[in-house]
């Protein structure tokens, strides 16, 4: 078959498995970076770093959409009616008074 034919029915054959292909080249994008095209496309244009993988582990798709925690220790220690809790140890209170261990919030 001559060459000027073979182009012609290449491109044909292309088209044919254009959703196939795009998928093989979406899971390679993604298993080599991490990031599927579209994903690098959406980063690109939001100027955020963007990953389909990152929903999967139950995380934003956005890093910068992340919520985030503040962690705050927390010294709880027994009042006359209740439990009260502050982020720095009470001074007035010796260290065996404090309910537990302190709690760090995570």
Do not use: W
Not at 9 to 36: D, M, P, Q, R
Not at 48 to 62: F, G
């Amino acid at each position: 078959m001559h060459p000027k034919h073979i182009l012609p029915l290449i491109a044909l054959f292309a088209l044919a498995l254009n959703g196939c292909a795009l998928a093989v080249v979406e899971g390679t994008s993604a298993a080599v970076s991490g990031k599927t095209v579209s994903d690098h496309i959406i980063s690109f244009s939001s100027g955020k770093d963007c990953s389909t993988l990152r929903i999967e582990n139950n995380q934003s798709y956005c890093v910068e959409d992340e919520v985030q925690q503040i962690q705050q220790t927390l010294y709880c220690y027994k009042t006359l009616a209740a439990v009260s809790c502050y982020t720095e140890p009470d001074p007035s209170r010796p260290p065996d008074q404090i309910i537990g261990q302190p709690y760090t919030g995570q």
